[in-house]
């Protein structure tokens, strides 16, 4: 006899709200009230009971049918997302692929495309892109079809000290940028919909100034603890609805909704991007604060601080959730993708930190110069292979300095970074091996000092700064020798090559690369190509070639480049250029087109 626990399980009276198909097939006919017990079936008992003539009975099924038509209908024609109570895994996949396909057509619009060309190229384009892209690898070849010859570029102006950061926005509308004045600008990128774009160049928002605290008095018994850096923030700093300091970092969200910033306030400022209104503070780190990072997708920040320790937050709940520890100096930067990843680097600690937080565990990349004989004992014969411009790079006769600080990294996809230090290195690593795939030396050329004593006297230009266009093969680097120079990586993942210049006079302190469509030149003026024709019937493409008018291609994508430029490093002011010529304290913003 079976147990009664199992014959009541199929017997279970589904919601109004999301019935199955098989439920609707046995409540249609209630002639068979038995299959479904009194439970089962949602005729009334006494329904059934007086169903004793034949009339009677088809005139309560015609109800009941009409009553499980409108209410069933919809949830039948259209196969929405509910779950059904027999339906198997593979038919659960298939359900769920065909809305997934449907909201793509909606998205692309009903009569703008040919179905099969649909099929054929972009849908199957977009699943492709996201299926690589939540599997965290590199899917976006383009560095050959970036247009670099005379690239559109915006500068902007609105702070008075150097720059520290500048961050885009994901859909490129807004540009954010920081100062040690210790104010925030927000700069919109596109016109309104009120203005025609051509009227309508890019201006000055909003700004976030500094807040002024009066500074405490001095006293014998507390001035210890009132200095800064020592872990205490006075009462007045922290409920400051702004920051009383330098802002050296800033983050937006992936959704464009929230603003985060940090600085020598200690604070980590949480902005609405909408309303240009503070929302809070949080107050853990007990240091400087020099790196912030949304993890993609999500609220999630990750902060690094001068204090060795990194904290998580989520703005969803607006709460503290965990703080990391490990580096054994200031930590300079942090970067960070849409896996449960990030990646920081420890100044003079030679380090580079790659915490898997949901595992609760750490993998530590050691960077700088060793001497030969231990190169050799832990390398073998390796090292002899890059000496003459094998795996590690850089080529016979090409002189190399050893590294003694680790300022900065950048992710490309989820086990391929790249570092960039005071030795003006730029080094490839992968989370599968312990020292670098490919190394850069000298990146960014020498700094040559003229000495009383000792003549010219030559130092590698330090890395300032790392961006990396996310899952793709484009990186820039920054420093202070006029340039950002962008850099290729090849198919399999291993190398680096030039790619070529931008210029920009001054300390870059910030880089970020983001892609947009195509489409954004229509309404950004200011990012359109203005290289003129090769002759009156032909223009020309991104390799140079001339194409006639009639058969140009307009741009796939953009990818938007942003810089901020100092005087004076982002993190000191060891070096200033404040008396060369073309060094300003400005915000840049390339439109670099793809073919």
Same mark, same amino acid.
């Given at each position: 006899?079976?147990?009664?626990?199992?014959?009541?399980?199929?017997?279970?009276?589904?919601?109004?709200?999301?019935?199955?198909? %098989?439920?609707?097939?046995?409540?249609?006919?209630?002639?068979?009230?038995?299959?479904?017990?009194?439970?089962?079936?949602?005729?009334?008992?006494?329904?059934?009971?007086?169903?004793?003539?034949?009339?009677?009975?088809?005139?309560?099924?015609?109800?009941?049918?009409? /009553?499980?038509?409108?209410?069933?209908?919809? /949830?039948?024609?259209?196969?929405?997302?509910?779950?059904?109570?027999?339906?198997?895994?593979? *038919? +659960?996949?298939?359900?769920?692929?065909?809305?997934?396909?449907?909201?793509?057509?909606?998205?692309?619009?009903?009569?703008?495309? /040919?179905?099969?060309?649909?099929?054929?190229?972009?849908? %199957? #384009?977009?699943?492709?892109?996201?299926?690589?892209?939540?599997?965290?690898?590199?899917?976006?070849?383009?560095?050959?079809?970036?247009?670099?010859?005379?690239?559109?570029?915006?500068?902007?102006?609105?702070?008075?000290?150097?720059?520290?950061?500048?961050?885009?926005?994901?859909?490129?509308?807004?540009?954010?940028?920081?100062?040690?004045?210790?104010?925030?600008?927000?700069?919109?990128?596109?016109?309104?919909?009120?203005?025609?774009?051509?009227?309508?160049?890019?201006?000055?928002?909003? *700004?976030?100034?500094?807040?002024?605290?009066?500074?405490?008095?001095?006293?014998?018994? +507390?001035?210890?603890? +009132?200095?800064?850096?020592?872990?205490?923030?006075?009462?007045?700093?922290?409920?400051?609805?702004?920051?009383?300091?330098?802002?050296?970092?800033?983050?937006?969200? %992936?959704?464009?909704?929230?603003?985060?910033?940090?600085?020598?306030?200690?604070?980590?400022?949480?902005?609405?991007?909408?309303?240009?209104?503070?929302?809070?503070?949080?107050?853990?780190?007990?240091?400087?604060? %020099?790196?912030?990072?949304?993890?993609?997708?999500?609220?999630?920040?990750?902060?690094?601080?001068?204090?060795?320790?990194?904290?998580?937050?989520?703005?969803?709940?607006?709460?503290?959730?965990?703080?990391?520890?490990?580096? *054994?100096?200031?930590?300079?930067?942090?970067?960070?993708?849409?896996?449960?990843? #990030?990646?920081?680097?420890?100044?003079?600690?030679?380090?580079?930190?790659?915490?898997?937080?949901?595992?609760?565990?750490?993998?530590?990349?050691?960077?700088?110069?060793?001497?030969?004989?231990?190169?050799?004992?832990?390398?073998?014969?390796? /090292?002899?292979?890059?000496?003459?411009?094998?795996?590690?790079?850089?080529?016979?006769?090409?002189?190399?300095?050893?590294?003694?600080?680790?300022?900065?990294?950048?992710?490309?996809?989820?086990?391929?970074?790249?570092?960039?230090?005071?030795?003006?290195?730029?080094?490839?690593?992968?989370?599968?091996?312990?020292?670098?795939?490919?190394?850069?030396?000298?990146?960014?050329?020498?700094?040559?000092?003229?000495?009383?004593?000792?003549?010219?006297?030559?130092?590698?230009?330090?890395?300032?700064?790392?961006? #990396?266009?996310?899952?793709?093969?484009?990186?820039?680097?920054?420093?202070?020798?006029?340039?950002?120079?962008?850099?290729?990586?090849?198919?399999?993942?291993?190398?680096?090559?030039?790619?070529?210049?931008?210029?920009?006079?001054?300390?870059?302190?910030?880089?970020?690369?983001?892609?947009?469509?195509?489409?954004?030149?229509?309404?950004?003026?200011?990012?359109?190509?203005?290289?003129?024709?090769?002759?009156?019937?032909?223009?020309?493409? #991104?390799?140079?070639?001339?194409?006639?008018?009639?058969?140009?291609?307009?741009?796939?994508?953009?990818?938007?480049?942003?810089?901020?430029?100092? *005087?004076?490093?982002?993190?000191?002011?060891?070096?200033?250029?404040?008396?060369?010529?073309?060094?300003?304290?400005?915000?840049?913003?390339?439109?670099?087109?793809?073919?």
């Amino acid at each position: 006899m079976p147990d009664s626990f199992f014959s009541s399980s199929k017997k279970r009276k589904r919601p109004i709200a999301g019935p199955s198909k %098989s439920a609707s097939k046995h409540q249609s006919n209630p002639s068979k009230p038995g299959k479904f017990g009194k439970k089962g079936n949602k005729t009334p008992v006494k329904n059934v009971k007086k169903r004793t003539q034949e009339s009677d009975e088809t005139d309560e099924d015609d109800d009941e049918d009409i /009553d499980d038509l409108e209410l069933r209908a919809e /949830d039948v024609e259209e196969g929405s997302g509910e779950e059904d109570e027999n339906e198997t895994p593979a *038919q +659960k996949r298939l359900r769920l692929a065909k809305v997934y396909l449907d909201g793509l057509k909606e998205e692309l619009g009903e009569g703008e495309f /040919d179905a099969a060309e649909i099929d054929r190229e972009i849908i %199957s #384009a977009r699943l492709q892109r996201d299926v690589l892209e939540h599997a965290g690898k590199v899917h976006l070849f383009i560095a050959n079809s970036l247009s670099l010859a005379t690239p559109p570029t915006l500068r902007l102006r609105s702070h008075k000290l150097p720059l520290t950061a500048a961050t885009l926005s994901e859909n490129g509308h807004y540009l954010f940028t920081s100062s040690k004045d210790g104010s925030i600008s927000k700069h919109t990128l596109l016109p309104s919909s009120s203005t025609s774009p051509s009227l309508s160049p890019p201006t000055k928002h909003h *700004q976030f100034r500094k807040i002024i605290v009066p500074k405490p008095k001095k006293s014998k018994q +507390k001035a210890k603890s +009132k200095e800064p850096g020592v872990g205490i923030i006075r009462e007045e700093v922290q409920q400051a609805q702004g920051h009383t300091d330098e802002v050296l970092c800033l983050a937006v969200s %992936s959704d464009g909704k929230y603003l985060v910033s940090g600085g020598k306030d200690r604070k980590i400022g949480v902005w609405d991007v909408e309303s240009e209104s503070w929302i809070r503070a949080f107050t853990g780190h007990r240091d400087i604060i %020099s790196g912030i990072t949304f993890r993609k997708g999500t609220h999630q920040i990750y902060t690094s601080s001068y204090d060795r320790t990194l904290k998580i937050h989520d703005l969803t709940t607006m709460g503290y959730v965990e703080t990391l520890f490990g580096h *054994q100096d200031p930590i300079l930067s942090i970067d960070s993708l849409r896996g449960e990843t #990030a990646l920081s680097c420890g100044g003079r600690d030679k380090s580079v930190r790659y915490w898997k937080i949901g595992d609760e565990t750490q993998l530590v990349f050691r960077g700088g110069g060793k001497s030969r004989l231990r190169e050799v004992l832990e390398g073998g014969l390796e /090292d002899e292979e890059n000496e003459d411009g094998g795996e590690g790079g850089g080529g016979r006769g090409e002189k190399r300095f050893i590294e003694g600080s680790i300022d900065c990294v950048a992710m490309i996809d989820e086990v391929t970074f790249v570092s960039g230090g005071d030795s003006g290195s730029i080094s490839l690593w992968n989370t599968q091996k312990k020292k670098p795939l490919f190394t850069i030396p000298v990146a960014h050329g020498l700094h040559t000092i003229h000495s009383a004593t000792e003549g010219p006297v030559s130092s590698p230009r330090w890395i300032t700064s790392l961006g #990396a266009l996310r899952y793709s093969d484009t990186i820039a680097s920054g420093s202070w020798d006029g340039e950002i120079r962008l850099w290729k990586l090849d198919e399999k993942l291993r190398t680096l090559s030039a790619l070529g210049c931008i210029p920009a006079m001054g300390f870059v302190n910030s880089l970020q690369l983001i892609s947009v469509p195509g489409s954004y030149i229509d309404e950004a003026a200011w990012a359109r190509s203005s290289s003129p024709p090769s002759t009156a019937d032909d223009t020309v493409d #991104a390799n140079g070639t001339a194409v006639p008018i009639g058969k140009a291609k307009k741009a796939d994508s953009v990818v938007l480049l942003s810089a901020a430029l100092g *005087q004076e490093p982002r993190l000191g002011r060891w070096m200033r250029m404040s008396g060369e010529e073309g060094v300003r304290n400005v915000a840049l913003v390339v439109a670099l087109h793809c073919s």
